[in-house]
Structures are given as C-alpha cells and as structure tokens.
C-alpha cells in the first residue's frame, strides 16, 4: 500500500490518500506538542514508538470487542487505517485528577475519584479545546444523540480494559484522550492510543512516564514511552 497524497497534517501526524479510497495511512511524526500547539519539538525516534504502542493498543482493543479503525502497521512509523467522518470532539476520561480538572474545579493533585469521570471537549486548539457538554453537541449538531452515548459507553470500556492492561504491568491509567469517527453511519475508535494521549504513572513511586515529561521540561520522553511498551511486552523494533 502506498501514500498518494498528504491530505492531513495535525500537530504529531500526517493522514495520506491510497489507491483505495476507503483506507488512509496514518503516518507518526516526531513531532511533539502540547498546550494546544504552544510548545512544540521533535523528539528522536517518538514516531517509531507511537505507531508501534498504538498499533499494540488498537490489537488488543479489537480483540476485546471494539471496533478500531486500525486495519495494519505497515512500517515503523505508518499504519493503515480506515477512513472515518471525524466528530470535532475530544473524549476524556479520568480515573484520578489531573492536569486541566485541578486547574478548572482546584482539585488536589492525584486525587482518586470516586468513579471514572467521562468529559467531552471540543476539537479546536484557537480555543484550548474548551470542555463541552452533551447539550452543546446536540443543539450544535456535532453528533447525534445515539453517537454521543455510543461515545461515552466505549469510552468507559476502554477505560475498564486499559486500566486492567496498565495495572498488569504496575501502571495507572490516570487518564487519557480518544476520538471516534464514522463509516457508513458505524462508528469506530479513530486516531490514536499512545503514551502522547494519556497519563500513566508508576504504581509504587507515582513517577509520570508520559507525555507530562514534555509538557513540563522532565526529559527522557521517548524512553519513558520504551519503558512503558517493554513493561506491557510490546516488541519495539528500533529504526
Ligand atoms: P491534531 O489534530 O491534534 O493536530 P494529529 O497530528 O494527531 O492531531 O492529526 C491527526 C488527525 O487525523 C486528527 O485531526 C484526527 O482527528 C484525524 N484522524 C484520526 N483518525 C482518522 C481517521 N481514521 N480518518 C480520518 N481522520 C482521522
Ligand atoms: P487535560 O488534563 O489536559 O484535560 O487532559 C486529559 C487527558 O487527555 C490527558 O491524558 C491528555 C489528554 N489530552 C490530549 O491528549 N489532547 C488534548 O487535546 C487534550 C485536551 C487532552
Ligand atoms: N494535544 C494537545 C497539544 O498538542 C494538548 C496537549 O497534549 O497538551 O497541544
């Protein structure tokens, strides 16, 4: 399968056209970004190890019953995946707070909540992906009602599937970001499931081995995302 023509180029990835006209290929970048864009790098070797942690992900998903848009990796940094509408939102869930909850309701650092807590945002970085509610998408017409509970129900599922995933190899699931899409009016779990768009933490010493080490300057980004894929038995083949 080949790449004809670049027809998207987000923040981390680049989405080609192939001869068909169903399937695009996803390709992971090096790049690196946070703050909505604010800061950017690119960091050695990330690419490689995104594509090949989401496509261990995407796998392990499907065999538990969702459906993906993830169809194969084809090379370290591409996958082929399947064409979707994309929704402009953004589908959080948390098992403790975090990031962007302490700073809207000043919640301590780390706190476990009493359940996961589902949020949607909306997809629009001039804005800062501000968070919305099911009442927004529906008066706004950015998904139909059946699309929003479909979302929020395989989201709460991953999150119960992940979590157990992580635990197995002494990480939290402290929270993450999906996004779904449709075909032919099905929908499906789209873009990516990586270290780039969740929070993991070490079980013993609470150490952050995701994309919060960029975010907040602490270094060894992508070896903490290797470290992460060796704990789970991913086998990272190395550029
Ligand atoms: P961002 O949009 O945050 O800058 P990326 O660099 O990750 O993100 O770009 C990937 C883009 O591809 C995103 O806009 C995402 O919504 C979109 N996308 C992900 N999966 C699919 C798919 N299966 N079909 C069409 N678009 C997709
Ligand atoms: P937040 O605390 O910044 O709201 O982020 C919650 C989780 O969602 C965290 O794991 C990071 C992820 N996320 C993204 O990957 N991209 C985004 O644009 C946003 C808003 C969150
Ligand atoms: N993914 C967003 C960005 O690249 C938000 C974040 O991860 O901080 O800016």
């Given at each position: 399968?080949?790449?004809i023509?670049e027809?998207t180029a987000?923040?981390a990835?680049?989405?080609?056209?192939?001869?068909?006209?169903?399937q695009?290929?996803?390709h992971f970048?090096?790049?690196t970004?946070a703050?909505?864009?604010k800061?950017?790098e690119a960091?050695?070797?990330?690419?490689s190890?995104?594509?090949?942690?989401?496509?261990?992900?995407?796998d392990?998903?499907?065999?538990?019953?969702?459906?993906?848009?993830?169809?194969?990796?084809l090379?370290s940094?591409?996958s082929?995946v399947r064409?979707?509408?994309?929704?402009?939102?953004?589908?959080v869930?948390r098992n403790?707070?975090?990031?962007?909850?302490c700073?809207r309701?000043?919640?301590?650092?780390?706190l476990i909540?009493?359940?996961?807590?589902?949020e949607?945002?909306?997809?629009d970085d001039?804005?800062g992906d501000?968070?919305?509610?099911?009442?927004?998408?529906?008066?706004?017409?950015w998904?139909a009602?059946?699309?929003i509970?479909?979302?929020?129900?395989?989201?709460?599922k991953?999150n119960e599937?992940?979590?157990k995933l992580?635990?197995?190899?002494?990480?939290?699931l402290?929270?993450f970001?999906?996004?779904?899409?449709?075909s032919?009016?099905?929908l499906?779990l789209?873009?990516?499931?990586t270290p780039d768009?969740?929070?993991?933490?070490?079980?013993e010493?609470?150490?952050?081995m995701?994309?919060?080490?960029?975010?907040?300057?602490?270094g060894?980004?992508?070896?903490?995302y290797h470290?992460v894929?060796d704990?789970l038995?991913?086998?990272?083949k190395?550029?």
């Open positions: 399968m080949n790449k023509d027809i987000g923040k990835k680049s989405l080609f056209t192939t001869d068909n006209s169903d695009l290929i996803m970048r090096d790049d970004s703050f909505d864009g800061k950017k960091l050695l070797g990330k690419g190890v995104n594509n090949q942690f989401n496509a261990f992900i995407m392990h998903l499907e065999a538990k019953g969702i459906a993906t848009h993830h169809i194969e990796i090379n940094t591409d082929l064409k979707l509408e994309m929704f402009p939102i953004e589908c869930v403790r707070a975090t990031g962007s909850i700073r309701l000043g919640t301590e650092d780390g909540l009493q359940a996961p807590l589902f949607f945002f909306l997809k001039d804005l501000p968070l919305i509610t099911e009442e927004h998408i529906l008066s706004f017409g998904a009602a059946e699309n509970i479909e979302m929020k129900e395989i989201t709460l991953i599937i992940l979590s992580f635990l197995n190899s002494n990480l939290i402290v929270d970001k999906v996004e779904f899409g449709l032919d009016g099905k499906f789209a873009d990516e499931f768009g969740c929070r993991l933490w070490d079980t010493t609470l150490a952050k995701d994309k919060d080490r960029f975010r907040q300057g602490l060894d980004v992508v070896e903490s470290q894929a704990r038995g991913m086998n990272i190395l550029d």
